[in-house]
């Protein structure tokens, strides 16, 4: 039974000094790990360069020894080269997986490589790499399950899927991919979040009067969850504080 917190490492933007950006952003992950069992990392978020979040994770494992750290990769513009070195990098450092995905199109001007998330996954299991850590795909809300099929041929570890807003989504996916492990995305309802709700098409309405109730729900079909929340982090924190999800 996991909570998890994803967080976005911050921004690389002229002028900011990184390593205090770092250095706050490891603070409010400390602060926030105390409520959940583990932290998702994630990298440049919507094509924008974020620092990374190995040298992020790795931070937090030299402070939080024992908080268990998936990050994301994005393949969009790594070469093989760069999809091993970064792999065995979170291997080195102990993180327990990694969401293989396309990314968003770069902001900074890298070229697409080619990449793709799940031939990287198959390729990374031929190589042993599933004894060593867990490699998870993205997955939509709603999908058609028959254009899934590279990704469940390829036997990820499991899914980690875009934001749902009800359980029915959550226990459809459940129920047509029986053998994976399933971590839904839940959005935490807040007016400061409003944007990003309209963005990903999510409704508040259905569920924002007793979030509580519904990350139950989820957490109950698949016994884990990842709680999003780019824009309100005392806000989650303070749900995460007084709630018992799990």
């Known amino acids: ?21 770092l250095s706050e952003f490891i603070k409010k992950i400390k602060s926030i790990s105390a409520s959940c069992d583990a932290v ?8 924008f360069q974020r620092i990374s979040p190995i040298k992020a994770g790795k931070m937090l494992k030299d402070e939080i020894p024992n908080l268990p750290i998936t990050v994301s990769m994005r393949v969009r513009d790594k070469t093989t080269a760069q999809i091993q070195e970064f792999v065995d990098e979170c291997v080195d ?16 001007g890298k070229p697409d490589s ?35 099929v590279k990704k469940i041929d390829s036997k990820p570890k499991g899914f980690i899927t875009q934001v749902v807003q009800s359980a029915e989504q959550v226990q459809n996916l459940r129920d047509k991919l029986p053998e994976f492990t399933i971590i839904p995305i839940i959005l935490f309802p807040s007016e400061k979040n409003l944007k990003s709700a309209k963005f990903l098409n999510i ?33 989650l924190r303070k749900f995460l504080e007084d709630s018992k999800i799990s």
């Open 203 to 235: 409704d508040f309405a259905t569920y924002e009067n007793d979030f509580e109730n519904f990350a139950k729900i989820i957490h109950g079909i698949t016994g884990d969850i990842l709680v999003t929340s780019p824009n309100d982090f005392h806000g």
């Open 114 to 148: 080619g990449e793709i998330p799940s031939a990287t996954v198959s390729r990374l299991y031929s190589q042993d790499m599933r004894t060593k850590i867990n490699l998870y795909l993205s997955v939509p809300n709603n999908p058609n399950f028959e254009k899934l």
């Open 1 to 21: 039974m996991t909570v998890r917190y994803e967080a976005n490492p911050p921004k690389i933007i002229p002028g900011i000094d990184l390593e205090y950006s």
């Open 93 to 108: 450092i102990g993180f327990s997986g990694i969401l293989v995905l396309m990314g968003d199109p770069s902001q900074y």
């Open 40 to 47: 998702h990392l994630t990298e440049d978020v919507l094509g």
